[in-house]
């Protein structure tokens, strides 16, 4: 679609850093240069106030990528879009999907009333919880990965989102500071989201990150 729009070399196209390689990597292989603008600490998608600080002369496109079945701010990513003749994308998440979306709700609904010590999703009527992320308060990554050690030693699978923003790869290196994006990438966990009527395996989730999670204070 980069391609079809005329974008190439010399252009600069907007996109996150906190998510998968293949967006930037898509920019690159059009010939264009990828800018990495900072995300929205609850949404986990671009911030618009951010890709506006980073609009400059040789933008040319925004990617905004929808992040954990929460979306991106289309209309104002647009609005920003159509005053500086940007092209505005949208590219989705892909992650798979066991359950359906009333059930990932259920279920997503009954751990944000009964985890503690982690920090729940925000409420959002349109959440889909294609990935269920907490936040794991105390000091950054060595507690988020000593707490998702911990789960994993208790039968609970879990995973980290993001290990690594992409502007602090070697492949895509950028000397700027994306704090939101550093952050998330240091406290997410995405936990398994259980169907609400396998009581046994949801139950042993939120005892398992409860016992732990009372013990980690934020920082």
């Not at 709700?105 to 919880?129: C, F, I, M, N």
């Not at 609970?156 to 998330?184: F, G, I, Q, Y």
């Amino acid at each position: 679609m980069l391609r079809a729009a005329g974008i190439g070399r010399g252009d600069e196209v907007v996109v996150p850093a906190f998510g998968r390689a293949d967006v930037a990597g898509a920019v690159v292989a059009a010939g264009a240069l990828p800018v990495f603008a900072d995300i929205d600490p609850h949404s986990y998608c671009l911030d618009a106030e951010a890709v506006a600080a980073v609009t400059g002369p040789r933008t040319a496109a925004i990617v905004a990528v929808h992040r954990f079945g929460r979306s991106a701010p289309l209309w104002q990513l647009r609005g920003h879009g159509e005053r500086h003749g940007l092209l505005v994308l949208e590219e989705r998440d892909a992650v798979e999907e066991p359950v359906d979306v009333a059930e990932r709700r259920r279920a997503a609904d009954h751990l944000d009333q009964r985890l503690r010590g982690v920090g729940t999703p925000e409420k959002d009527r349109d959440h889909t919880y294609t990935q269920y992320v907490v936040r794991v308060p105390g000091n950054g990554r060595p507690d988020r990965d000593a707490f998702a050690r911990a789960l994993r030693a208790k039968g609970v699978a879990c995973s980290v989102p993001v290990k690594t923003p992409l502007h602090r790869t070697s492949e895509h290196w950028r000397d700027v500071r994306l704090p939101e994006t550093e952050r998330a990438a240091d406290d997410t966990l995405a936990l398994p989201l259980v169907p609400v009527a396998e009581r046994r395996g949801l139950h042993r989730l939120v005892s398992a990150c409860n016992a732990l999670g009372g013990l980690l204070q934020p920082a």
